[in-house]
């Protein structure tokens, strides 16, 4: 990687965190926060950095960097997912962390936050590099993760696959107990993950999704919608919407953008990426250079399911989308949201429209505690009924205080927050 691409990489990480940072210290004052647990939050309680040796397949050893950030845990064990990229640094898991903290606490579960992940790009590398850099990391980890202390969950990069290696790992190393299942979540079925959980992010994107449109008198029928991401999230909401008769007519990820005003096939696509790790190739025809197009585009409703920081001031401008659904978390900066507000954007905002994955990550570590398995439709039901709550609550907020959504979730997260540590008192 070059110092240029490795210095637009820090960059952008510091973005979030400080865009994270931004937007708790403007409600922290408009709330008038307790002080004490404004001094708290504003911190993570631990920041976990670790270096590791790993044998690749040549023979040689490789040092690998790897994060785990525990920034609260009030309200239960500490909650968040595992990333595996190249951009992962100090800054982003950072802000991750925090955001999981204030979702988890919007959503009201027993879960506190935090976020890992691993400085490296899992696809240069081969399924047996990767699962020895894995069990690795997780035996770096040691007992820093455990089923009633922090538990991590699948993030970009990552998925059911490597949450069995470190279930599997922790397991042979460290418990050898029933409930060492509950170390990850987001684990394979077979191998005690919950049904639902792969698409649950998604799809609890597209209940809030449903309940905007339902409030604004809007069909989801015929409407048209772009999608940036077409990953775990990015997938499963394009494949739920376009079952609810919208047609996707734009997908951006990280080898191409694609423009098809007749409509792009999502189920096709899914399967495209699947055999081809992004969406190149698919109907080569309607690929298009200028990433503008992408973002310019006339549609009802975009969705935002890749990176943070892909929507900043260089580009908010050109969005003529009615709303934006942020399916990844932080990708529309500060700067960029005051341009949306003025264009009157809406936008639906990360701790409620991706909380999906972790309400359904609490259903996989309740099944787990009490060796139950819940049917698809019981876990589909909760969740729809769990997100759908939320997104009310905000809306209530965001109506009553005169407040954007992404204003409100934060004010209901923090208040829920500060009313705990008001109840227990700071020890000692
Ligand atoms: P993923 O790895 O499955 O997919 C990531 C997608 O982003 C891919 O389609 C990739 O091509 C695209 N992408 C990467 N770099 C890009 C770039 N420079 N430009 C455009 N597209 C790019 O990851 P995921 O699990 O779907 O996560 C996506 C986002 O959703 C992340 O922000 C993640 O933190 C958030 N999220 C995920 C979950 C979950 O359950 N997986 C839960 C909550 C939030």
């Known amino acids: 990687m070059s110092n240029e691409q490795n210095e637009m990489e820090a960059a952008s990480s510091k973005k979030l965190y400080q865009g994270v940072c931004d937007r708790f210290e403007r409600i922290a004052s408009f709330i008038d926060l307790d002080s004490k647990v404004h001094a708290i939050m504003s911190q993570p309680k631990a920041e976990l950095m670790i270096h590791f040796p790993v044998k690749m397949d040549d023979g040689n050893y490789m040092l690998f960097k790897g994060y785990r950030i525990q920034h609260n845990n009030l309200l239960g064990p500490y909650k968040g997912g595992m990333r595996f990229a190249p951009e992962v640094s100090l800054d982003e898991v950072k802000g991750l962390a925090m955001l999981m903290t204030l979702k988890c606490a919007l959503v009201k579960l027993p879960l506190g936050g935090a976020k890992g992940g691993i400085k490296y790009n899992p696809n240069d590398h081969s399924p047996e590099e990767n699962q020895r850099i894995t069990r690795r990391f997780t035996i770096a980890l040691g007992d820093n993760i455990g089923p009633s202390y922090d538990i991590p969950a699948p993030d970009m990069g990552t998925n059911a696959q490597y949450m069995d290696w470190i279930m599997d790992t922790y397991h042979n190393l460290y418990g050898r107990k029933i409930e060492d299942k509950a170390v990850v979540t987001g684990k394979s079925v077979a191998c005690g993950g919950s049904v639902g959980r792969a698409s649950a992010t998604g799809f609890g994107a597209v209940y809030c999704l449903e309940e905007w449109a339902g409030g604004q008198g809007v069909s989801l029928e015929g409407a048209r919608f772009s999608i940036q991401g077409f990953g775990n999230v990015g997938s499963h909401a394009a494949l739920k919407i376009e079952a609810l008769g919208a047609r996707l007519v734009a997908v951006n990820d990280h080898t191409a953008t694609l423009i098809n005003p007749d409509g792009v096939s999502a189920t096709e696509l899914a399967s495209h990426v699947a055999a081809h790790r992004g969406v190149k190739g698919f109907q080569p025809t309607r690929e298009v250079d200028d990433a503008d197009r992408f973002w310019g585009l006339e549609t009802d409703f975009m969705v935002l399911a890749a990176l943070e920081n892909t929507v900043t001031e260089d580009n908010a401008g050109l969005i003529r989308a009615k709303l934006i659904v942020e399916g990844a978390n932080g990708p529309v900066t500060t700067e960029a ?54 997104y009310h609550q905000v809306k209530t907020v965001s109506a009553t205080r005169g407040v954007s959504m992404r204003q409100a979730a934060y004010i209901e997260s923090l208040k829920h927050l500060e009313e705990v540590y008001l109840k227990r008192g700071v020890w000692p």
Request: zero cysteines; glycine letters at 6%; proline letters at 2%.
């Open 337 to 390: 949201e005051e341009i949306l507000t003025e264009n009157g954007v809406h936008i639906i905002p990360d701790i409620l429209a991706n909380a999906g994955g972790v309400i359904v990550s609490y259903f996989e570590w309740v099944q787990n505690r009490n060796s139950e398995y819940w049917n698809a439709e019981t876990v589909d039901a909760k969740l729809r009924e769990k997100i759908i709550s939320a």
